[in-house]
């Protein structure tokens, strides 16, 4: 398999993530992620060693754990896509790399009390919406005033049948 064949195998996997309706980042996610690896293989054949040799080189270089997971990410979805469009003859196989998890610290209660009298009013009431509702950071960080209701404590955000119904209901007050 010439870089030539790897190259139309890589070009046929971004056209398969397009027709299968793909956002444009995720489309750019793969294409940061995979010319690296195209430019390692180089021509040669795509193996289970190149794999290895590739996420090996991306860690020494001191990257993320969630980077190099996101790296064998691509890698995997473009090789397993390249094997079943007949690209390249044997299946090859990159195994998940562990993503290092970060402890999160938890506030006492007394620091928790504390908290809303150091904040101004738009910091106050994004930690008390955040406390009361019991939303995931990412979540709450994407609220805007008007998807809660203050002072009638009613949900007016991620309500059935709307825009994204598996938000949970958030109440504040």
């Not at 870089?3 to 489309?27: G, H, K, N, W, Y």
């Not at 794999?51 to 991306?58: M, N």
């Not at 473009?78 to 003859?89: C, G, K, M, T, V």
């Amino acid at each position: 398999m010439g870089m030539s064949t790897l190259f139309v195998a890589f070009e046929d996997f971004i056209l398969s993530r397009q027709a299968a309706l793909c956002s444009p980042e995720t489309i750019d996610f793969y294409r940061r992620m995979l010319e690296p690896f195209l430019a390692l293989a180089d021509g040669g054949r795509p193996s289970n060693r190149l794999v290895r040799e590739f996420l090996s080189t991306v860690a020494q270089r001191g990257v993320s754990s969630a980077t190099v997971h996101a790296l064998t990410r691509a890698v995997r979805a473009f090789l397993r896509s390249a094997h079943e469009e007949a690209w390249i003859d044997e299946p090859v196989t990159a195994r998940m790399p562990r993503v290092d998890q970060s402890r999160v610290e938890v506030l006492r209660p007394e620091e928790a009390r504390r908290v809303p009298a150091v904040c101004g009013f738009e910091d106050r009431a994004w930690v008390m919406t955040q406390d009361d509702s019991a939303l995931r950071r990412g979540e709450a960080s994407a609220l805007n005033c008007d998807d809660v209701g203050f002072h009638t404590r009613r949900s007016i955000y991620g309500e059935e049948g709307g825009a994204n119904p598996f938000r949970r209901p958030c109440f504040a007050g």
